[in-house]
């Protein structure tokens, strides 16, 4: 008995395929056309600069470069992918550009800060205060502490008035009236000038204390009013996220409302709840025009909110810009210093956050 062996089968050949034949640009080609544009404008806008004698427009050639971009990738797109594709080409080439200009302030704003505040971020300048400092020297540890102070003061305020209305106005207050006109408050409340918030502090506590009175708290109050509006509304929204199914189980057990949001509601929206406070300190940490009116300015340590006038970073900041003495980059160097102390705390500060929130928030895995 004679067996034959099967020859092997053999795989079928595929031509070789080109993106171009299929419809399809390769992925290389928007980066190289991107390129490629760049170079081209760009060997324009030099020519142009030389025979007219001044220098190269910088901003004029990456706005006429993106254009060029835009026009030449929608209309190959549109040869050899079609309208559709190069339509999408086209807004996805539109947002990304859209995303680099909104990019270009930040970027440059705290590039300036550092290169300008780098120099005076030393030992004395965490140190010491400037009482008795003319000239060169000194340090802002006094504008450190009251900011740190004022602000940790204003936020025990505003978060627990902030955060039990948020409650309210979601598992209480659902088509009632008086939630309805706490909302157009606090929606009204956002809008207002954080001067005319330096004015209210100031006036309710001139009614007890008398006129002219500086104080720490009365900053803090200030900025509390600024920041409750952002806490209700960052906090309400965060809440209504909640799917109603948890709050049914909970009461399907017979837990009470109270501890259902306590133990359900709040646990499940506290990371969305801590970046809104956040959100509000970084809208108040660097207010002036009230501090200004309510804790006013001083050269020396102040440890007492309810005692005597307390230095923050932002009057400093203002203070050392505006009343220089000599040298005057003593001063400028000062007040970039504590510029950029300010971008640090608030960085620093939504590190925390984002720290607090991925600890404490419900965990999905089994």
């Known amino acids: 008995m004679t067996s034959t062996v099967a020859p092997p089968r053999s795989r079928p050949q595929t031509p070789p395929s080109t993106s171009l034949r299929n419809g ?3 992925a290389w080609v928007p980066w190289a056309l991107l390129g490629a544009t760049l170079l081209v404008v760009l060997a324009v806008f030099a020519v142009i600069a030389l025979a007219a004698g ?19 990738i929608f209309a190959l797109s549109g040869i050899v992918e079609g309208r559709r594709k190069a339509v999408d080409r086209f807004v996805t080439g539109l947002v990304t550009i859209a ?25 004395d300048f965490f140190s010491m205060s400037i009482r008795n400092i003319v000239g060169e020297g000194g340090g802002a540890l006094h504008a450190i502490v009251g900011t740190l102070l004022i602000t940790l003061a204003a936020a025990a305020i505003s978060i627990p008035i902030g955060l039990f209305t948020a409650i309210y106005l979601v598992e209480y207050g659902e088509g009632k009236r008086l939630a309805r006109g706490i909302t157009f408050l606090v929606d009204v409340m956002t809008g207002i000038p954080s001067i005319v918030a330096g004015l209210f502090a100031y006036a309710l506590f001139a009614l007890f204390l008398g006129p002219g009175i500086r104080l720490g708290i009365m900053g803090s109050v200030a900025l509390a009013v600024l920041m409750i509006p952002v806490v209700v509304r960052s906090s309400e929204e965060m809440l209504r996220l909640v ?55 001083t050269a020396s340590m102040n440890y007492d909110l309810f ?25 400028i160097d000062r007040a ?7 971008i640090v705390i608030v960085m620093v500060l939504n590190l925390v956050a984002r720290i607090v929130a991925r600890v404490f928030a419900p965990k999905t895995g089994r």
């Open 307 to 331: 005692s005597g006038r307390m230095q923050t970073l932002p009057v400093f900041t203002y203070t050392q810009y505006m009343n220089q003495g000599i040298p005057a980059e003593a001063y």
């Open 24 to 26: 399809r640009l390769p």
């Open 243 to 297: 799917p109603n199914e948890l709050r049914e189980a909970a009461y399907a057990l017979g837990v009470p409302k109270w501890a259902t949001i306590a133990k359900v509601v709040l646990p499940t929206a506290v990371a969305g709840i801590t970046t809104g406070v956040m959100l509000s300190i970084a809208r108040v940490i660097g207010e002036t025009a009230p501090l200004l009116i309510t804790a006013g300015f």
């Open 54 to 72: 001044e220098g190269l427009n910088v901003a004029a050639w990456l706005i006429v470069s993106a254009i060029a971009y835009l026009v030449t």
């Open 336 to 342: 970039w210093a504590a510029a950029l102390t300010l």
């Open 99 to 123: 995303f680099l200009i909104a990019m270009v302030p930040l970027i440059s704003v705290a590039w300036t800060v550092v290169a300008n505040g780098v120099a005076r971020f030393d030992a």
